[in-house]
């Protein structure tokens, strides 16, 4: 008999535990018990989940005793105060912020990728940033064909990003600029509604944002390349759902199309959209809701021979949070790397 599992969801009210909740049903995941944590507004709600209607609690120290598995996409300051409660529990956190991803003692996960560095887990595993788990499956794709010398990245990314309030701040300011009215402006640094923004996060001293920097130091964790010369440029744009990103990859030799396109084709999780038709290239629109990355407009750059240019596309809340974070622990059970409670 295949083994359950006991189960919390901490920010079970959030757009991404939203989406946890679609992907472990979609997955048929071997749940026993599930719990759902949220801050105190949500408390004594309830939360229909496989026809059960389950009351959403607020986190005690006690909480996660008897929890196997313990999904985490709630503030950096929550994922602070639970990893320790978490650890002491014996359970296995699987978190979404960015608290934990460059310790050492934490693997930073795309299972796709390098599912063998859950092996040295001490009970917390982190989900990257959103936009660096597209790249990161195109670049592990790249690397086969020669050494990388230079990735660029100028990310198009979607206000969902930003959590529930940003959606909402997005939807309020196209209904005021329709009615005449000055938008409001309070989740961004400027109005967003038809707008570009070229800040994610606040700026550090190196005049990258914390953002910029996450796809940078992740990307080398990631793919085991400290060295990887990498640059990014990340951009908020009024779309609800999908991030976008315009890469650009030089290599220490003259690019070959033929043997790239069949190095991208056989990566596990990633799809080419527009091989047989070049008008299908992959758009926010048409990739939300997959759990996928889509790559398309792959070309050689005309500015070297050794360059290659390409588009990538990911829903967000699902490749970029939930459908990872769920597929981390589907491979943490496969890699026997966890023993569910009696």
Known sequence: MENMYNLAIVGATGAVGKKLLQVLNERNFPIRNIHFFASSRSEGKTINFQNKNIVVETIKESSFQDIDI?????TNEISKKIGPMVRNAKSILIDDSSVFRMDDDV???VPEINPEDIDGHTGIMSIP?????????VLNALKEF??????NVSTYQAVSGAGSAAINELNKQLEEIVQNKKPTISVFTHQIALNAIPQVDIFE???YTKEEMKIVNESRKILHEDMLPISATCVRIPTAIGHCES???EFDEDIDLSKIIDLLSHQSGLIISDLDDILKYPTPLNTENDHNVYIGRIREDLATKKGLLFWIVADNLLKGAATNAVQIAETVILRKKIQARI
């Open 129 to 137: 940033n959103c936009t660096t788990t597209p790249l990161v499956m």
């Open 146 to 151: 020669a050494k990388i010398v230079k990735v």
């Open 247 to 249: 890469v650009s990859v």
């Open 70 to 74: 313990v999904f985490c996409s709630a």
């Open 205 to 207: 001293k190196n005049n």
């Open 107 to 109: 693997p930073l996960i």
